[in-house]
């Protein structure tokens, strides 16, 4: 029996996976951003540039940009203590924490802004606590380090505990064996030995903090010029009729956080060539 009508199936799927495959790429992810940069500079480079210099979208554009990088650096601390506790201690429960942690990433990011808001709005146990002390968390800077810390939490883990899990531990015993203190021993070998998962963890860490929106207009009041960041700007912008004002904040946000995957990759590729010959 011939077998050249089969090779003509076999690629026949494979054209018609591939074609289906891109055909929805363009679809879901490409004509959207297209659509997105239409709107941004239909009135030309130099309204869409205007629209970016205004005083309510440089005050966003800022606010998103120190709450990203405080986010990263908080969640570079308690992440990365996460990730250690859970690859280095047995200890009862520990599954449960595990699977807890990825809970930011299974619950609407809303739920985690009314969940905070209760926490620690005006009539929550913890805000009453700070109010009573002169301390506002929600609807502040702080309200909003925490949504956003609590959503990304898992994405710090994650990186630095893949890290971990694989990282041999022969330069730790080295070191102790030397007569190094712990805090020595993870500063100075286990921290550098780790570093791609911490950079990885940063970028996406920072990149999502860019885009969160959910968490953000709950616990934030969404307040110009000291609370709303770049995708509540955005979301402003378009409930007054300024499509053009929100396309240019969401197209430089787009572009920020695909730049910053885009290094991410190129890092990766070049630690991983590096690994690959030593």
């Known amino acids: 029996m011939s077998t050249v009508p089969f090779r003509n199936l076999d690629f026949l799927v494979r054209w018609s996976v591939f074609a289906a495959a891109i055909g929805l790429f363009l679809v879901l992810i490409l004509l959207p951003l297209v659509s997105l940069n239409q709107y941004a500079v239909r009135e030309g480079f130099g309204v869409f540039w205007n629209r970016l210099r205004e005083p309510g979208a440089l005050g966003a554009l800022r606010l998103t940009a120190w709450v990203a990088l405080a986010t990263t650096a908080l969640n570079g601390v308690i992440g990365t203590a996460m990730a250690f506790v859970l690859t280095r201690y047995r200890f009862p429960g520990r599954w449960a924490v595990n699977a807890l942690v990825d809970i930011p990433l299974a619950i609407p990011t809303v739920v985690t802004g009314f969940a905070l808001l209760l926490l620690y709005g005006p009539f929550g146990p913890a805000g009453k606590f700070f109010s009573e002390r002169n301390i506002q968390i929600m609807f502040s800077f702080p309200g909003l380090l925490l949504g956003h810390v609590f959503v990304t939490f898992p994405f710090m883990v994650r990186a630095v505990g893949a890290v971990l899990e694989s990282a041999p531990r022969s330069g730790e015993d080295a070191a102790r064996t030397l007569g190094a203190r712990e805090w020595q021993v993870f500063f100075l070998?286990?921290?550098?030995?780790?570093?791609?998962?911490?950079?990885?963890?940063?970028?996406?860490?920072?990149?999502?903090?860019?885009?969160?929106?959910?968490?953000?207009?709950?616990?934030?009041?969404?307040?110009?010029?000291?609370?709303?960041?770049?995708?509540?700007?955005?979301?402003?912008?378009?409930?007054?009729?300024?499509?053009?004002g929100a396309a240019a904040i969401a197209i430089l946000l787009a572009l920020?956080?695909?730049?910053?995957?885009?290094?991410?990759?190129?890092?990766?590729?070049?630690?991983?060539?590096?690994?690959k010959n030593a």
């Open 189 to 244: 070998v286990t921290l550098p030995s780790i570093k791609e998962g911490l950079i990885a963890g940063s970028f996406l860490t920072f990149s999502r903090s860019l885009g969160e929106f959910g968490a953000s207009i709950m616990v934030s009041g969404n307040l110009v010029g000291r609370t709303q960041t770049g995708p509540l700007y955005i979301f402003s912008r378009f409930n007054t009729g300024d499509v053009e």
């Open 256 to 275: 920020v956080s695909f730049l910053i995957l885009l290094l991410l990759q190129v890092v990766q590729s070049g630690a991983g060539k590096t690994a």
